[in-house]
């Protein structure tokens, strides 16, 4: 069984992107103790926001589906650059965050949110089972659909 972030991806037949810096005054991850905070990533196609816009309006409920799975790719993205890839330094995912921009009204963001925590599940086991909220939103960053974040327990 491959023992990286990267190779568990990839053996999904994903790609995990460069974790990105970034774009004003924050840090993309920080160590407290245990504890990595993984701040919210948003989704990317070759460095560019994707999926821009609002579900229920301009992109339908799948379009939110595959934003989510792009994000957390980048929160996984991130993940691997603080462990230096190491899959063994990961204790478990502890929490998800899952933002949705949509429209008001609009009830299915646990379904939007459910592709982030499957690719998590997916590609940590059971280290990626987490507790989760799952937010509708007026905007986001850039305009995108989805934004997730995460806090990861680490080992020693």
Request: hydrophobic share 50%; aromatic share 4%; proline share 4%.
């Amino acid at each position: 069984m491959p023992t990286s972030i990267s190779s568990r991806v990839i053996a999904l037949g994903a790609h995990l992107p460069v974790a990105s810096r970034p774009v004003a005054n924050y840090l993309a991850h920080v160590r407290v103790g245990d504890l990595l905070f993984i701040s919210g990533q948003v989704p990317l196609k070759e460095g560019r926001p994707a999926f821009v816009g609002t579900i229920g309006d301009a992109l339908t409920v799948e379009d939110g589906m595959q934003a989510a799975e792009l994000a957390a790719l980048g929160v996984l993205a991130q993940l691997a650059d603080a462990t230096g890839d190491k899959l063994e330094r990961i204790e478990r995912v502890t929490r998800v965050g899952v933002f949705i921009s949509c429209v008001a009204g609009f009830e299915r963001q646990s379904v939007v949110a459910d592709h982030a925590s499957n690719l998590f599940v997916n590609v940590l086991g059971d280290k990626g089972r987490h507790a989760r909220t799952a937010v509708g939103v007026a905007s986001l960053p850039s305009g995108v659909a989805v934004e997730v974040d995460a806090i990861v327990q680490l080992r020693g």
